[in-house]
């Protein structure tokens, strides 16, 4: 076994990731997140009885692997194990609250491709593990945790959950009112080979939409591979080929969407957000006239936002920032440019799926064409590009790049923005300026990446 130390960081912003069947993404891992799980829940409830925990996974062939280490390991802590295959990550959220779980697992990594995976860690409440739980777990898992193993008649049991699939479509539908259908709609689905690849075209069917479906045969191997909401062109040709009047691309876990129109043009976050904030308003359902985004929505977002009356917040890049302040705020929209899109009333996190009902409703309701429906305002020029830098080192913090950020933000003169952040899983330092003027931009831009890289190059 590997050694593990417990200065070693293993919860990112999005649960645990990193190369299948290589630390830490190894059976033996899994085995321990799931027994040091078990022991800090258990030990949140005061030694209270441990009832169950929910385990779903993408299509990723070392899920298998996974699946099977996680529930040996709540099991050996006296949890019974509830098991339901290929599902959405939002699906096990929800999952875990209405089944009173202690804990749920989605084993995914989203996006990347099939030879990573990763943990997500949800509570009885749908929503992802506070960060100070995430962090008595990992103080744990390096740990000797044999004495904590349960007496052989107090072994938990595993089993299958054969309506899981079922129940999700069935909270998906209550997202849309009684009689809603998508009858007259031809709607192209794009899975991305990923979890999503028997619910999507499913739930879409029994709504009468007419379904084609591409990216719903997975192998194991193939999850995001050409498909899917980070590689729309098979979608676009598709949608256009087949005279379609909507495409839906998610992606590995679903919990993302984005949308191609009628042309074959794509549709992002930022304009899925701003399509459903100004319904909402119009309906009356958007609480606070608020929509919660990241630093990364474009500002033309923001400025739609604004001339209808309604205000946009700022959270760091990350959906779990986006759900916390929402939380905080009482805020039932928010999301990412990206194509998280978190509708509170509905579900704990994004969901792919159901913003992609929302937005089917929206251009059924209206009559219009997509494109005209979801393109509610012209984004600004956006330019992003990247600084690589010596792992340790420290370019943000150099008087130089702090005086060059102040400079290209001066330039602006309130009529466009910088955002330069440090990544938080590689050594580069991220660029990103937009305004009204293209070449000010990639000017700013160039200017602010030539300074960064001097001071990367100097030490």
């Known amino acids: 076994m590997m050694a593990m130390s417990e200065a070693i960081k293993y919860f990112g912003t999005d649960g645990i990731r990193g190369k299948a069947n290589q630390f830490p993404m ?12 078990a022991i800090v829940l258990r030990d949140a409830r005061n030694g209270g009885h441990m009832d169950r925990a929910i385990i779903g996974k993408d299509t990723r062939l070392s899920g298998y692997m996974l699946e099977q280490a996680m529930s040996a390991g709540f099991v050996a802590m006296g949890m019974d194990v509830i098991l339901v295959g290929p599902i959405p990550t939002p699906g096990i959220a929800g999952l875990a609250r209405s089944l009173r779980a202690d804990v749920g697992v989605m084993i995914s990594a989203s996006h990347n491709p099939y030879t990573d995976n990763g943990i997500k860690l949800f509570g009885p409440d749908g929503f992802k593990l506070d960060d100070s739980i995430e962090q008595r777990i990992e103080e744990m898992i390096g740990r000797d945790l044999s004495a904590d193993l349960v007496s052989p008649e107090n072994l938990g049991k595993a089993s299958r959950l054969d309506d899981a699939l079922g129940r999700y479509i069935e909270s998906l539908k209550r997202s849309l009112p009684r009689h809603a259908n998508f009858d007259g709609l031809k709607v192209v689905v794009d899975a991305a080979h990923g979890a999503a690849y028997k619910v999507a075209p499913q739930i879409l069917w029994e709504l009468e939409a007419e379904v084609v479906s591409i990216g719903c045969q997975p192998n194991g191997r193939n999850i995001n591979e050409g498909f899917g909401a980070t590689h729309t062109a098979a979608l676009q040709r598709a949608v256009v080929e087949q005279g379609a009047d909507i495409g839906i691309a998610l992606d590995g876990d679903a919990d993302r969407l984005i949308v191609v129109d009628e042309g074959g043009d794509v549709i992002d ?11 909402m308003k119009e309906k009356g359902t958007l609480r606070g006239d608020c929509v919660v985004a990241t630093v990364m929505s474009n ?13 946009l917040l700022r959270t760091p890049v990350g959906d779990r920032h986006v759900v916390e302040k929402m939380r905080e705020e ?19 996190t994004g969901d792919g799926l159901l913003a992609a009902l929302q937005i089917l409703s929206l251009v059924k309701e209206q009559g219009r064409k997509a494109n005209a429906v979801l393109n509610q305002f012209t984004p600004l020029p956006q330019i992003l590009k990247n600084v690589r830098f010596e792992k340790g080192g420290k370019p943000m913090q150099s008087e130089a790049v702090k005086e060059a950020i102040a400079n290209a933000q001066s330039k602006f003169n309130g009529f466009g923005r910088v955002l330069v952040r440090e ?24 200017d602010l990446c030539e300074v960064i890289e001097k001071v990367a190059r100097s030490g």
């Open 26 to 37: 190894t059976a033996d891992m899994a085995l321990r997140v799931a027994m040091a799980t």
């Open 269 to 279: 976050g930022d304009q899925l957000m701003a399509s459903l904030a100004l319904s």
């Open 299 to 311: 500002l033309g977002l923001e400025r739609i936002l604004l001339e209808r009356g309604l205000k």
């Open 330 to 348: 009482g805020v039932n929209l928010g999301g990412e440019q990206s194509g998280h899109i978190i509708l509170s009333d509905h579900a704990t």
């Open 423 to 446: 990544s938080g899983t590689e050594p580069l330092i991220r660029v990103m300026a937009e305004g009204d003027d293209p070449v000010l931009v990639e000017g700013v831009v160039n």
